[in-house]
């Protein structure tokens, strides 16, 4: 669900935040405090600890200085006082180098023109804070300053502000459901991955029924790429630096990519992405005509920079696994493939019940010619084919400009997480400059070396980001095919069916189903709350009754009814399940 607070109100609320600290804490340093689509934050330098339980006192004092009607008013550079405050003079520095329009807002007491708080900032406020009644402090957290860990941690407040109360409940009730849903808290209660400092900060450690999702969506993945045409490869976890210097990426994405590792005095890195990796795949034979289109497709683990502060649980990492496709066409053939390659995509996410929340067709900024390949024409023709291929589908899109990637315009398909993240899923980046970097060449029919064009493909983003998606998207109740936990075998008495049991057990085994034998000495009803509790979607309970009859007794995932049938019944039910991806 994407929603938007009202800014100039958030902005407003975090001076507020500020004037509350400020007076609550006087050795207080402050830093950044700007509006955020939801709400606010504000980033502070506190001599001592402060602790969530603080946040009502501020929140307590914040509404009592908005009940003064503060007014927001511009205030003149000499009536900053940049004592005590060295974020504030960091950040005025920056600004007066870079010639850049420098201005200082106030609250002010309307009645004695007292200026209770006094801010560096760009502007954009609420005229009162008559106008700031409902607000939430919601929580604190550290951050580095300006999002570089070498840098000291700040504790940062959040809050939210609305117009109404109304809107304000609502939008708590929101966050309430978000917890509920988040991936890392759902993730931890069913054992799917963890993290440890000694594995380093983004980089996951996947468990045994973390291991059954990621294993059954890279089943599914491979059979989508074979029923699109894709050939697999598997090329080595990192390059040569020159290699990234060839395709451009080290001149244009080098802030995202690791330091290189000097072995026998060669640079190696830890790869970004694969495509330059294809792009030696592809130069390996003579190409003719008659060959394109090429299609590899890989798996391929990455490894990105990301600052710390922005990883999330397995949403943002630094070591991922990518569902890569490379395409390599001739100019007759691009409109087709990029069709071609969205149907794929739409199929795949459909057997996932994956909702496209909206596409982007992601275009260059025409001005920066540092961030993109300089080559008007080339930008021209490309944006133009994926504008073209769009409008044939008949989708709604938006153009974003300044988003594309250095090489080339992309499609981008996007949608909202439950944590209110807009996430890309899936990519179609169009690409004049690799072959061209790479010299890249086929024969046409007259005998005449020409370059291929190359597309780029991400069928379902990440294995980690797509994961999280999942697991917020179902509250961690996946469909049978792809839960961790399909079946939960229990005898009611371990003394008198526990061998049915086992026999059971063994052949649902073998029959390629995920199965546990629960034979605890434990109560019944104890096995079966904790089987439905880990998101068990059977269980199969198992009495004298049953072995009398040479049946099973089951329940379904969140259901009290008990069914009882025949095993081949059973197994043939689950079966047309994994069949058709339920």
């Known amino acids: 669900m994407k929603i938007k607070a009202n800014k100039l109100l958030n902005h407003t609320c975090s001076h507020l935040l500020g004037a509350a600290v400020e007076k609550l804490y006087p050795q207080v340093k402050l830093g950044f405090g700007p509006a955020t689509e939801e709400g606010f934050y504000y980033d502070f330098e506190f001599q001592d600890t402060i602790s969530e339980?603080?946040?009502n006192k501020i929140e307590k004092l914040m509404k009592k200085l908005a009940s003064r009607n503060l007014v927001t008013v511009q205030i003149d550079e000499k009536d900053f006082d940049f004592s005590n405050k060295p974020y504030k003079k960091e950040l005025y520095d920056e600004l007066k180098q870079k010639g850049e329009k420098i201005t200082f807002y106030a609250l002010q007491d309307p009645l004695n023109h007292e200026l209770v708080f006094k801010?560096?900032?760009?502007?954009?406020?609420?005229?009162?804070?008559?106008?700031?009644?409902?607000?939430?402090?919601?929580?604190?957290?550290?951050?580095?300053?300006?999002?570089?860990?070498?840098?000291?941690?700040?504790?940062?407040?959040?809050?939210?502000?609305?117009?109404?109360?109304?809107?304000?409940?609502?939008?708590?009730?929101?966050?309430?459901?978000?917890?509920?849903?988040?991936?890392?808290?759902?993730?931890?209660?069913?054992?799917?991955?963890?993290?440890?400092?000694?594995?380093?900060?983004?980089?996951?450690?996947?468990?045994?029924?973390?291991?059954?999702?990621?294993?059954?969506?890279?089943?599914?993945?491979?059979?989508?790429?074979?029923?699109?045409?894709?050939?697999?490869?598997?090329?080595?976890?990192?390059?040569?630096?020159?290699?990234?210097?060839?395709?451009?990426?080290?001149?244009?994405?080098?802030?995202?990519?690791?330091?290189?590792?000097?072995?026998?005095?060669?640079?190696?890195?830890?790869?970004?992405?694969?495509?330059?990796?294809?792009?030696?795949?592809?130069?390996?034979?003579?190409?003719?005509?008659?060959?394109?289109?090429?299609?590899?497709?890989?798996?391929?683990?990455?490894?990105?920079?990301?600052?710390?502060?922005?990883?999330?649980?397995l949403e943002r990492v630094r070591a991922m696994l990518l569902t890569e496709g490379h395409l390599y066409v001739r100019e007759d053939q691009i409109f087709a493939e990029i069709i071609h390659m969205y149907r794929q995509i739409e199929e795949t996410l459909k057997i996932f019940?994956?909702?496209?929340?909206?596409?982007?067709?992601?275009?260059?900024?025409?001005?920066?010619?540092?961030?993109?390949?300089?080559?008007?024409?080339?930008?021209?023709?490309?944006?133009?084919?994926?504008?073209?291929?769009?409008?044939?589908?008949?989708?709604?899109?938006?153009?974003?400009?300044?988003?594309?990637?250095?090489?080339?315009?992309?499609?981008?398909?996007?949608?909202?997480?439950?944590?209110?993240?807009?996430?890309?899923?899936?990519?179609?980046?169009?690409?004049f400059l690799q072959p061209m970097k790479f010299d890249l060449k086929y024969t046409n029919n007259d005998g005449n070396e020409i370059r291929p064009v190359m597309i780029h493909r991400g069928l379902i983003g990440t294995y980690e980001r797509f994961v999280a998606i999942l697991l917020e998207q179902t509250k961690g109740v996946l469909p049978f095919w792809l839960a961790p936990k399909q079946i939960t075998v229990i005898p009611v008495n371990l003394e008198q069916n526990l061998s049915y049991a086992k026999k059971i057990n063994d052949e649902l085994f073998a029959h390629n189903f995920r199965v546990k034998l629960d034979d605890r000495d434990e109560r019944l009803n104890k096995k079966i709350r904790e089987a439905q509790i880990s998101k068990s979607k059977f269980q199969?309970?198992?009495?004298?009754?049953?072995?009398?009859?040479?049946?099973?007794?089951?329940?379904?995932?969140?259901?009290?009814?008990?069914?009882?049938?025949?095993?081949?019944?059973?197994?043939?039910?689950?079966?047309n399940l994994k069949a058709h991806y339920e």
């Not at 990519?257 to 795949?281: D, G, Q, S, W, Y």
């Not at 008949?394 to 300044?402: A, D, K, L, R």
């Not at 072995?547 to 329940?555: A, G, K, L, M």
């Open 119 to 313: 801010d560096l900032c760009a502007g954009g406020h609420v005229e009162s804070t008559k106008n700031l009644k409902n607000f939430k402090l919601l929580s604190l957290a550290g951050a580095y300053w300006r999002g570089d860990s070498n840098n000291i941690q700040l504790t940062r407040i959040y809050g939210t502000a609305w117009e109404s109360k109304e809107e304000l409940d609502t939008y708590l009730e929101l966050l309430k459901e978000r917890k509920e849903r988040d991936h890392r808290k759902i993730a931890k209660e069913m054992k799917i991955f963890t993290t440890h400092p000694l594995s380093g900060q983004g980089f996951p450690i996947w468990l045994e029924d973390g291991m059954h999702i990621h294993n059954e969506i890279r089943n599914l993945v491979l059979k989508m790429d074979r029923k699109y045409g894709f050939v697999e490869v598997l090329t080595p976890h990192f390059g040569n630096e020159e290699l990234y210097k060839i395709s451009g990426h080290l001149a244009h994405y080098k802030d995202d990519m690791f330091a290189p590792l000097i072995v026998e005095k060669e640079r190696l890195i830890p790869r970004p992405m694969t495509c330059p990796h294809h792009n030696l795949c592809y130069s390996l034979e003579k190409r003719s005509y008659r060959d394109l289109p090429i299609r590899f497709s890989e798996q391929s683990q990455l490894y990105r920079y990301e600052k710390s502060g922005a990883l999330t649980g």
């Open 540 to 575: 199969v309970i198992l009495g004298q009754q049953e072995i009398n009859d040479n049946t099973i007794s089951y329940r379904k995932y969140g259901e009290e009814k008990t069914y009882t049938t025949k095993l081949e019944e059973f197994i043939s039910m689950l079966n």
């Open 353 to 431: 019940k994956t909702q496209i929340s909206f596409i982007s067709l992601s275009l260059r900024d025409p001005n920066d010619k540092q961030k993109y390949f300089n080559d008007e024409q080339m930008w021209i023709k490309s944006e133009k084919i994926l504008k073209d291929a769009l409008d044939s589908l008949n989708v709604s899109y938006e153009t974003i400009p300044g988003e594309a990637a250095f090489y080339g315009p992309k499609i981008d398909i996007q949608i909202h997480t439950a944590l209110g993240h807009e996430v890309t899923v899936a990519t179609i980046q169009l690409d």
């Open 53 to 55: 339980s603080e946040l």
